[in-house]
């Protein structure tokens, strides 16, 4: 193919309307047909991943200061407002000289008193003063009457199972007596008449107590007396510490056996 020949419309080298895509009639010598009408536009790919951030640039150089206008002129006064809360004080200044003591005047006559003023506006109230330290807990005062019953409120949750108690110490066991010589079983004899009954022993010595029993539901006429009010526990130590000052006043009302 001769690359010398031209396009019969712009002259250009044939190579050349290939690469541009550019619709010119073909020359004899180019040897290709009609540049087709350009195709429709493919679908925008999907957008790719943002890149990293770039670094901060070097702040700039401060501009100078514009010049100073000109001061406005006063405009009218506006209506007071509320009373700041009161700022630190001052450094003292330094005492100034001593001014010359100027000659006494005469004193001049009383003037008649002028009339009371009227009562100025109630200013706004000041700010809140911090909570002051809590005061020690007095001591309990006598038990007041008692009030009327009120509806029994749920009953709370169960309390932690207090620590078992140390068992204390077992008694010496007594010597045992001699065991004697088993004799033969007689014959059953008749049965005798009863005999008259006798008489009553002293009563033997008091059982040892029987565990608690469970509380029975609180009747609707009971009083309730409110046990002293015990902090909350803040700690692991602290659990064991509040909870037996708890349990020292429920038996201080009597909710809690000794």
């Not at 000289?97 to 003037?111: D, H, K, Q, R």
């Not at 009339?115 to 007095?138: E, I, S, V, W, Y």
């Not at 007594?174 to 008259?196: D, I, K, L, N, R």
């Not at 037996?244 to 056996?257: E, S």
């Amino acid at each position: 193919m001769d690359y010398q020949c031209r396009c019969s419309v712009c002259g250009c080298n044939p190579c050349r309307c290939n690469v541009t895509k550019v619709v010119h009639y073909s020359n004899t010598c180019c040897g290709t047909g009609i540049t087709g009408p350009t195709g429709p536009a493919g679908a925008t790919g999907a957008t790719g991943p943002t890149g990293p951030q770039g670094v901060q640039g070097i702040q700039g150089v401060p501009g100078a200061a514009g010049v100073t206008g000109a001061t406005g002129p006063t405009g009218p006064q506006g209506v007071q407002g509320m009373q700041g809360v009161q700022g630190e004080a001052g450094p003292t200044g330094a005492t100034g000289a001593t001014g010359v003591t100027g000659p006494t005047g005469s004193t001049g006559a009383t003037g008649v008193a002028g009339p009371t003023g009227a009562t100025g506006a109630t200013g706004p109230t000041g700010p809140t003063g911090p909570t002051g330290p809590t005061g020690a807990t007095g001591e309990d005062g006598p038990t007041g009457a008692s009030g009327a019953t009120g509806v029994t409120g749920p009953t709370g949750p169960t309390g932690p199972k207090g620590e078992t108690g140390a068992t204390g110490m077992s008694g010496p066991t007594g010597a045992s007596g001699a065991t004697g010589v088993t004799g033969p079983t007689g014959p059953t004899g008749p049965t005798g008449a009863s005999g008259a009954t006798g008489v009553t022993g002293p009563t033997g010595p008091t059982g040892p107590k029987g565990a608690t029993g469970a509380t029975g539901p609180r009747g609707l006429d009971a009083t309730i007396t409110t046990a002293a009010a015990v902090a909350d526990a803040t700690s692991e130590t602290d659990v064991v510490t509040q909870f037996n000052r708890l349990l020292a006043n429920l038996r201080a009302i009597g909710l809690l056996a000794e």
